[in-house]
C-alpha cells in the first residue's frame, strides 16, 4: 500500500483536508493539530475531505474525522463535504455511521488550494490520547461499534492512569 499522506489547505475560510494512500494512527497528532487549529477560526465556510485518492483509513483517522464534522456543524453550522468514490471507504464510513456526518460526493474538488503536508509526529503519549479520544467518539456516533473498539478502550484508559 502506499504510504499515506496529509495534505490541508485554505482558502479564505475554506478548509480542504486531502488523504492519499494508507492514512494510519502514525499521523493522527498531526491531524488532530490540524482541526484543533481550524476550531480557533472565527469564519468558516466550508469543510472538505478529499479521499479520492485513498487506499485505506484507519479507526484514528476516521474518528478525528467524525470530530472535525461534528465541531463544523456545532460551531459553525457547516456540513463538510467528503470526497470520495472508493466503495469500500464509503461502505466503512457507512457501518460506522459516519455518512450521516457528512454530504458526500462523488467526483472531484473545483479549486484546490495550495496544499502543505502534515509531518507525522512521535510523542507516544499523545497519539495514545487521539487513538482513545478517537475510539470513544466512534463508540459515542455508534454504540454498536463498542464491541468492536472496547479492549482497547480499556487498555489505553488503563494506560494513562499509570
Known sequence: MDKGRILVGETSGNFLVKMT????????????????????????????????ETSCLDSTTLGLLAKLALYSKGRYGVTPILFCDDASILKMFEVMGLDELFDIVPGKIVDEPNLTALEPTADEEQARQHVLEAHKLL?????????????????LEEEAAR
Do not use: M, W
Request: hydrophobic share 40%.
Open 21 to 52: 494512500g494508507d492514512v494510519r494512527v502514525t499521523l493522527c497528532a498531526s491531524l488532530n493539530q490540524y482541526i484543533e487549529s481550524v476550531f480557533k477560526q472565527q469564519t468558516v465556510r466550508s469543510v472538505l475531505v478529499d479521499l479520492r
Open 139 to 155: 463508540v459515542k456516533i455508534n454504540p454498536a461499534c463498542q464491541r468492536d473498539f472496547f479492549d482497547l478502550i480499556r487498555y
